[in-house]
């Protein structure tokens, strides 16, 4: 993709009410795609398409974000790459992916990878996530984001890449464990209910 096409997708992160779902975050994944070896030239451009625009729309009372998001990118990535790249975008719903896919693994282990922040930065991204979801009760916003964090919590393996499972997995499992006590003792100046819990 063209230079001047990524500041004009990076520029649509860009807005008041996206408080963790912003450019930061996208500039991060890509960092971090930046350090992962061993991915093909086309491998390596699906995935960077990808996480440019998978959270291209959002809205956070909406559920389709992902669906459009997944559309923009078809209309806008490189056409031999689309099909793969509307996949990519669409496993950031349910973060599931098969044992086999390895660019999934990638994809979901490096939009998740917030969960196994350092206790600072991940008391910071419950609060930006609290803010983009200003618009719920209260309590419905806790008991929301403590069921998605819980099923986080029953999964197998949160982060599907071995490396990322490897290095991150223990850490994410504290912090998510730690705001479910949170917010079930009505804790949420640092916590908040978020559908994807990422």
Same mark, same amino acid.
Not at 26 to 36: K, P, S, T, V, Y
Not at 54 to 60: I, L, Q, R
Not at 129 to 154: C, D, M, N, V, W
Not at 169 to 180: L, S, V
């Given at each position: 993709?063209?230079?001047?096409?990524? $500041?004009?997708?990076?520029?649509?992160?860009?807005?008041?009410?996206?408080?963790?779902?912003?450019?930061?975050?996208?500039?991060?994944? *890509?960092?971090?795609?930046?350090?992962?070896? %061993?991915?093909?030239?086309?491998?390596?451009? @699906?995935?960077?398409?990808?996480?440019?625009?998978?959270?291209?729309?959002?809205?956070?009372?909406?559920?389709? +974000?992902? $669906?459009?998001?997944?559309?923009?990118?078809?209309?806008?990535?490189?056409?031999? *790459?689309?099909? =793969?790249?509307?996949?990519?975008?669409?496993?950031?719903?349910?973060?599931?992916?098969?044992?086999?896919?390895?660019? %999934?693994?990638?994809?979901?282990?490096?939009?998740?990878?917030?969960?196994?922040?350092?206790?600072?930065?991940? @008391?910071?991204?419950?609060?930006?996530?609290?803010?983009?979801?200003?618009?719920? #009760?209260?309590?419905?916003?806790?008991? %929301?984001?403590?069921?998605?964090?819980?099923?986080?919590?029953?999964?197998?393996?949160?982060?599907?890449? #071995?490396?990322?499972?490897?290095?991150?997995?223990?850490?994410?499992?504290? +912090?998510?464990?730690?705001?479910?006590?949170?917010? =079930?003792? %009505?804790?949420?100046?640092?916590?908040? #209910?978020? #559908?994807?819990?990422?």
């Amino acid at each position: 993709m063209d230079p001047v096409m990524i $500041e004009q997708v990076l520029s649509w992160y860009i807005s008041p009410d996206r408080h963790y779902h912003g450019i930061d975050h996208i500039r991060d994944c *890509l960092r971090q795609l930046e350090q992962i070896d %061993g991915l093909g030239d086309r491998e390596r451009a @699906a995935l960077s398409q990808a996480l440019l625009w998978h959270d291209a729309v959002y809205d956070p009372l909406a559920t389709d +974000n992902e $669906e459009r998001s997944a559309a923009l990118a078809a209309a806008h990535c490189d056409s031999s *790459l689309r099909d =793969e790249v509307r996949r990519l975008v669409l496993l950031t719903r349910s973060h599931s992916v098969d044992d086999t896919d390895r660019c %999934g693994a990638i994809m979901v282990s490096i939009d998740l990878s917030i969960l196994a922040a350092d206790e600072a930065e991940y @008391a910071a991204y419950c609060t930006a996530i609290q803010r983009e979801y200003h618009q719920i #009760p209260e309590t419905a916003y806790r008991i %929301g984001r403590s069921r998605i964090l819980k099923q986080f919590l029953e999964r197998p393996v949160i982060f599907p890449y #071995p490396p990322y499972r490897q290095r991150l997995e223990q850490k994410a499992r504290q +912090n998510i464990a730690r705001e479910i006590a949170d917010l =079930e003792r %009505g804790c949420t100046g640092s916590t908040a #209910p978020h #559908p994807d819990a990422r």
